[in-house]
């Protein structure tokens, strides 16, 4: 990454440079440009909840969960769970670990694998159990009791009319046992298990959760089934295991099944590479599953182009004819249809939303069919 001295030659060397401001912004203007953009890799959110729904009454849909639908517990950020295991290792008073922590986040902007790499070493020398470590933080500031709509609704899905449950199974990138407490508190009995080892299997009727970076259930007793993958050995042995259980799991699922992402961003390069795995193993046959996406909000945008242009000594927009409104909606399409075209090369299709509270009212129209 360039240094504060690299960025300020950088912007040197711009104003040095003759350019004509005014004949660039006409172009961005223009409709040149939005014709050369890829394109659009949706369809309608309509035809996807269609799909969705068909692949859920047919007992061939999976959920895929991601970090994003445990956070409005309390769960940690997988920055700010680093963040905190590493203060820890140091201070193990929790109250000053945590403000520790905070203040050397936003100082030194730890990298998550020099991060990761580290606590696995520590405690590997230390003697301690680094499962048992990592569930302490990790539940340190959880409450179950919070009513979460996605969750409610997400437990809905678990379970038909008839007392079955609809979806074919769920995988969870989660180390928590959130929604299993929501599940064993639900108002209908939901047979369901955890899946996280070798070995591990379902009876008949019950919904397998796949933890396949690992599970750490927060009152029960640990033993070496519940390992997570955390840090580099971990994910490089996953990459050349690729007949490990939670390789195959996730393999067959997206080859034979439809999968509905949740709260995941899609930029893990292990779930990148095993989409593209099952994606030849059925031959590239593509829009088979969908992913939720939050659109970037216009406001954010407003203020990353109005900093851009001030470190370009522009800020007076007017005067080199840029139409801002145009220009931030040119960026924001070249944004969604880069996105809607990564997601969508490995066989995955973007549902687009304003805001995650959008989801739950998704899903239940999709389970309802009344999309």
């Given amino acids: 990454m360039a240094n504060f001295a690299d960025f300020d030659t950088h912007i040197e060397e711009l104003e040095k440079t003759d350019i004509d401001y005014e004949e660039l912004f006409n172009k961005v203007n223009s409709s040149v440009i939005t ?20 692949a859920y009454q047919n007992d061939k849909l999976v959920l895929v969960l991601g970090a994003g639908i445990s956070l409005e517990f309390g769960v940690p950020t997988w920055n700010e769970l680093l963040q905190n295991l590493m203060v820890y290792s140091i201070e193990k008073e929790h109250k000053v670990s945590s403000v520790l922590s905070k203040f050397y986040n936003e100082i030194f ?11 696995q070493d520590y405690f590997a020398k230390d003697n301690s159990s680094f499962e048992s470590m990592v569930r302490d933080v990790l539940y340190s500031n959880v409450d179950k009791s919070v009513n979460s709509r996605l969750l409610d609704e997400i437990v809905r899905l678990c379970v038909k009319p008839d007392i079955h449950h609809n979806l074919d199974s769920i995988i969870s990138y989660n180390f928590d046992d959130i929604l299993e407490c929501k599940l064993e508190k639900a108002e209908v009995n939901i047979p369901f298990k955890p899946i996280f080892g070798l070995g591990m299997e379902t009876k008949n009727g019950e919904l397998p959760i ?4 690992g599970y750490l259930p927060e009152k029960r007793k640990l033993d070496l089934a519940n390992k997570i993958i955390f840090g580099e050995n971990n994910y490089h042995q996953q990459y050349s295991d690729i007949y490990s259980w ?27 590479r095993l989409l593209d795995i099952a994606l030849k193993q059925k031959g590239n046959r593509r829009k088979h599953h969908y992913i939720f996406k939050e659109r970037i909000k216009i406001s ?72």
Wanted: hydrophobic fraction near 35%; aromatic fraction near 8%; charge should be positive.
């Fill in 246 to 272: 939670n390789n195959i799991v996730q393999i067959n699922k997206f080859r034979e099944n439809t999968c509905l992402l949740i709260g995941s961003s899609l930029t893990d390069p292990n779930i990148r």
């Fill in 109 to 119: 902007r730890p990298n998550p694998l020099i991060a990761g790499r580290y606590l």
């Fill in 210 to 213: 796949y933890h396949v970076h």
């Fill in 35 to 54: 014709d050369k953009l890829p394109k659009s890799s949706t369809i309608s959110r309509k035809q996807a909840l269609n799909n969705i729904n068909k």
């Fill in 300 to 371: 954010t945008l407003k203020e990353k182009l109005n900093l851009a242009l001030t470190y370009e000594n522009l800020s007076n927009k007017n005067h080199y004819g840029l139409n801002f409104d145009e220009t931030i909606e040119l960026l924001k399409g070249i944004y969604e249809r880069f996105e809607e075209n990564d997601s969508a090369s490995f066989g995955v299709q973007t549902i687009w939303i304003d805001d995650w509270k959008e989801v739950p009212k998704i899903l239940k129209k999709m389970r309802e069919n009344v999309a």
